[in-house]
Protein backbone atom coordinates (compact mmCIF):
# COMPACT_ATOMS: atom_id res chain seq x y z
CA UNK A 1 0.00 0.00 0.00
CA UNK A 2 0.66 3.76 0.09
CA UNK A 3 3.28 4.70 2.08
CA UNK A 4 3.65 8.47 3.73
CA UNK A 5 6.35 10.40 5.13
CA UNK A 6 6.70 13.55 6.89
CA UNK A 7 9.73 15.74 7.46
CA UNK A 8 10.83 17.17 9.59
CA UNK A 9 9.61 15.11 12.59
CA UNK A 10 9.68 17.85 14.71
CA UNK A 11 10.30 21.55 14.34
CA UNK A 12 10.43 24.49 16.93
CA UNK A 13 9.95 27.85 15.78
CA UNK A 14 10.31 31.52 17.34
CA UNK A 15 7.31 33.81 16.88
CA UNK A 16 7.21 35.37 12.86
CA UNK A 17 9.67 32.98 11.41
CA UNK A 18 8.78 30.89 8.30
CA UNK A 19 9.18 27.21 7.74
CA UNK A 20 8.48 24.53 5.37
CA UNK A 21 6.84 21.26 6.35
CA UNK A 22 7.61 18.24 3.44
CA UNK A 23 5.22 15.14 2.77
CA UNK A 24 6.45 11.94 0.44
CA UNK A 25 4.44 9.59 -0.68
CA UNK A 26 5.44 6.38 -2.51
CA UNK A 27 2.89 5.83 -5.05
CA UNK A 28 0.43 8.19 -7.49
CA UNK A 29 -1.93 9.12 -5.66
CA UNK A 30 -5.58 11.58 -6.70
CA UNK A 31 -6.02 12.68 -3.13
CA UNK A 32 -4.02 14.55 -1.05
CA UNK A 33 -4.52 16.57 2.31
CA UNK A 34 -2.88 18.26 4.89
CA UNK A 35 -4.52 18.63 8.80
CA UNK A 36 -3.39 20.60 11.97
CA UNK A 37 -4.07 18.51 15.22
CA UNK A 38 -4.60 21.25 18.02
CA UNK A 39 -3.05 20.74 21.38
CA UNK A 40 -6.71 19.65 22.33
CA UNK A 41 -6.52 16.51 19.56
CA UNK A 42 -8.72 18.08 17.39
CA UNK A 43 -8.19 17.42 13.64
CA UNK A 44 -8.80 20.33 11.16
CA UNK A 45 -8.55 20.24 7.22
CA UNK A 46 -6.24 22.64 6.31
CA UNK A 47 -5.67 21.51 2.21
CA UNK A 48 -7.50 18.96 -0.03
CA UNK A 49 -4.32 19.53 -2.63
CA UNK A 50 -3.81 16.85 -4.90
CA UNK A 51 -1.97 18.63 -7.28
CA UNK A 52 -1.08 22.31 -7.86
CA UNK A 53 -1.11 25.22 -5.06
CA UNK A 54 -2.94 26.30 -2.86
CA UNK A 55 -2.99 29.73 -0.48
CA UNK A 56 -4.93 30.21 2.36
CA UNK A 57 -3.83 33.57 4.50
CA UNK A 58 -0.46 32.50 6.10
CA UNK A 59 -1.16 28.54 4.65
CA UNK A 60 0.10 27.51 1.36
CA UNK A 61 0.44 24.37 0.14
CA UNK A 62 2.11 22.91 -3.50
CA UNK A 63 2.05 19.31 -4.45
CA UNK A 64 3.80 17.84 -7.19
CA UNK A 65 2.61 15.03 -7.81
CA UNK A 66 4.60 14.12 -10.41
CA UNK A 67 7.45 13.69 -8.22
CA UNK A 68 5.12 12.71 -5.07
CA UNK A 69 5.65 15.22 -2.14
CA UNK A 70 3.79 17.70 -0.86
CA UNK A 71 4.89 21.06 1.36
CA UNK A 72 3.40 23.13 3.86
CA UNK A 73 4.11 26.38 3.83
CA UNK A 74 4.15 28.36 7.21
CA UNK A 75 4.27 32.13 7.09
CA UNK A 76 4.86 34.75 9.66
CA UNK A 77 4.63 31.79 12.44
CA UNK A 78 1.57 32.29 15.61
CA UNK A 79 1.65 30.64 18.65
CA UNK A 80 -1.85 29.49 17.58
CA UNK A 81 0.14 27.11 14.88
CA UNK A 82 1.38 24.76 17.37
CA UNK A 83 0.68 21.51 17.09
CA UNK A 84 0.78 18.23 14.76
CA UNK A 85 0.96 18.67 10.84
CA UNK A 86 -0.29 15.62 9.59
CA UNK A 87 -0.39 14.83 5.66
CA UNK A 88 -2.06 12.02 4.24
CA UNK A 89 -2.45 10.16 0.90
CA UNK A 90 -4.96 7.69 -0.96
CA UNK A 91 -6.05 6.79 -4.45
CA UNK A 92 -9.64 8.48 -4.11
CA UNK A 93 -12.57 5.95 -4.67
CA UNK A 94 -15.69 5.14 -2.88
CA UNK A 95 -13.85 3.27 -0.15
CA UNK A 96 -11.03 4.94 2.55
CA UNK A 97 -8.93 2.05 3.31
CA UNK A 98 -6.20 3.52 0.56
CA UNK A 99 -5.93 6.68 2.60
CA UNK A 100 -3.08 7.00 4.67
CA UNK A 101 -1.74 9.18 7.11
CA UNK A 102 2.08 10.09 7.52
CA UNK A 103 3.65 10.20 11.63
CA UNK A 104 3.44 13.85 11.20
CA UNK A 105 5.41 16.91 12.14
CA UNK A 106 5.07 18.46 15.45
CA UNK A 107 5.70 22.27 15.48
CA UNK A 108 6.26 24.22 18.48
CA UNK A 109 6.40 27.99 18.02
CA UNK A 110 7.56 29.83 20.96
CA UNK A 111 6.16 33.51 22.04
CA UNK B 1 -23.60 22.49 6.29
CA UNK B 2 -22.32 18.98 7.51
CA UNK B 3 -21.27 18.23 11.05
CA UNK B 4 -20.38 15.49 12.78
CA UNK B 5 -20.37 14.96 16.92
CA UNK B 6 -18.64 11.57 18.99
CA UNK B 7 -19.20 10.93 22.51
CA UNK B 8 -18.20 10.78 24.81
CA UNK B 9 -15.31 12.99 25.00
CA UNK B 10 -13.29 11.43 27.17
CA UNK B 11 -13.76 7.84 28.85
CA UNK B 12 -11.69 5.86 31.94
CA UNK B 13 -13.09 2.26 31.91
CA UNK B 14 -11.44 -0.77 33.62
CA UNK B 15 -9.94 -3.84 31.66
CA UNK B 16 -12.41 -6.36 30.55
CA UNK B 17 -15.03 -3.73 30.14
CA UNK B 18 -17.58 -2.91 27.24
CA UNK B 19 -17.61 0.18 24.84
CA UNK B 20 -19.44 2.26 22.89
CA UNK B 21 -18.49 5.31 21.02
CA UNK B 22 -21.08 6.68 18.87
CA UNK B 23 -20.63 9.42 16.22
CA UNK B 24 -23.57 10.94 14.20
CA UNK B 25 -22.77 13.33 10.98
CA UNK B 26 -25.91 16.14 10.08
CA UNK B 27 -26.43 17.60 7.14
CA UNK B 28 -25.24 15.14 3.92
CA UNK B 29 -26.47 11.48 3.19
CA UNK B 30 -25.15 8.50 2.27
CA UNK B 31 -21.14 9.57 4.08
CA UNK B 32 -18.48 7.26 4.38
CA UNK B 33 -18.18 6.91 7.62
CA UNK B 34 -14.82 6.02 9.75
CA UNK B 35 -13.10 5.21 12.84
CA UNK B 36 -9.41 5.79 13.52
CA UNK B 37 -7.42 5.77 16.45
CA UNK B 38 -4.36 7.50 17.83
CA UNK B 39 -2.03 5.80 19.93
CA UNK B 40 0.13 8.82 22.39
CA UNK B 41 2.45 10.44 19.81
CA UNK B 42 1.89 8.61 17.10
CA UNK B 43 -0.54 8.47 14.10
CA UNK B 44 -3.45 7.60 13.30
CA UNK B 45 -4.71 4.51 12.41
CA UNK B 46 -7.66 3.05 10.40
CA UNK B 47 -9.45 0.75 12.03
CA UNK B 48 -12.88 0.70 10.56
CA UNK B 49 -14.59 2.21 7.59
CA UNK B 50 -18.28 2.34 6.07
CA UNK B 51 -19.48 3.04 2.70
CA UNK B 52 -23.23 2.38 3.67
CA UNK B 53 -25.65 1.18 6.27
CA UNK B 54 -24.43 -2.16 7.80
CA UNK B 55 -21.68 -2.27 5.21
CA UNK B 56 -18.38 -2.52 7.76
CA UNK B 57 -14.37 -2.92 6.86
CA UNK B 58 -11.95 -4.05 9.04
CA UNK B 59 -8.55 -2.54 8.48
CA UNK B 60 -6.91 -4.15 11.79
CA UNK B 61 -8.11 -7.53 13.55
CA UNK B 62 -8.82 -6.88 17.18
CA UNK B 63 -11.14 -6.91 20.01
CA UNK B 64 -13.33 -3.81 18.73
CA UNK B 65 -16.24 -4.14 16.14
CA UNK B 66 -18.41 -1.33 14.56
CA UNK B 67 -21.71 -0.96 13.34
CA UNK B 68 -23.91 1.49 11.57
CA UNK B 69 -27.21 0.88 12.13
CA UNK B 70 -28.63 4.46 10.15
CA UNK B 71 -26.82 6.01 7.62
CA UNK B 72 -25.28 8.76 9.23
CA UNK B 73 -24.83 7.15 12.73
CA UNK B 74 -21.15 4.53 13.12
CA UNK B 75 -20.49 2.72 16.67
CA UNK B 76 -17.14 1.67 17.88
CA UNK B 77 -17.83 -1.12 20.62
CA UNK B 78 -16.09 -3.73 22.15
CA UNK B 79 -17.38 -6.46 24.52
CA UNK B 80 -14.01 -6.31 26.90
CA UNK B 81 -11.74 -3.51 26.99
CA UNK B 82 -7.86 -4.28 27.01
CA UNK B 83 -5.22 -1.76 28.49
CA UNK B 84 -3.82 -1.72 24.34
CA UNK B 85 -6.73 -0.12 23.18
CA UNK B 86 -6.21 3.30 25.38
CA UNK B 87 -6.37 6.08 22.93
CA UNK B 88 -7.80 8.92 21.07
CA UNK B 89 -10.34 7.65 18.71
CA UNK B 90 -11.41 9.54 15.80
CA UNK B 91 -14.53 9.61 13.56
CA UNK B 92 -14.48 11.11 10.07
CA UNK B 93 -16.66 11.24 6.99
CA UNK B 94 -16.40 11.82 3.47
CA UNK B 95 -18.23 11.80 0.67
CA UNK B 96 -17.60 9.41 -2.54
CA UNK B 97 -15.65 10.85 -5.11
CA UNK B 98 -17.08 13.76 -7.18
CA UNK B 99 -20.52 14.36 -5.36
CA UNK B 100 -21.24 17.28 -4.73
CA UNK B 101 -19.51 20.31 -3.98
CA UNK B 102 -16.17 17.54 -2.79
CA UNK B 103 -13.55 16.71 -4.64
CA UNK B 104 -12.34 13.10 -4.02
CA UNK B 105 -12.40 11.83 -0.61
CA UNK B 106 -12.44 15.29 1.35
CA UNK B 107 -11.89 13.91 4.64
CA UNK B 108 -13.40 15.35 8.37
CA UNK B 109 -13.01 14.47 11.06
CA UNK B 110 -15.29 14.75 15.09
CA UNK B 111 -14.30 16.25 18.06
CA UNK B 112 -12.55 13.06 18.91
CA UNK B 113 -12.96 10.59 22.37
CA UNK B 114 -9.96 10.21 24.64
CA UNK B 115 -10.38 6.69 26.06
CA UNK B 116 -8.11 5.87 29.19
CA UNK B 117 -8.51 1.65 29.89
CA UNK B 118 -7.28 1.20 33.47
Known amino acids: GIQVEQSPPDLILQEGANSTLRCNFSDSVNNLQWFHQNPWGQLINLFYIPSGTKQNGRLSATTVATERYSLLYISSSQTTDSGVYFC?????????????FGPGTRLSVLP | SQTIHQWPATLVQPVGSPLSLECTVEGTSNPNLYWYRQAAGRGLQLLFYSVGIGQISSEVPQNLSASRPQDRQFILSSKKLLLSDSGFYLC?????????????????FGEGSWLTVV
Open chain 2, 92 to 108: AWSLPSGTGIFSGNTIY
Open chain 1, 88 to 100: AAGRGDNYGQNFV
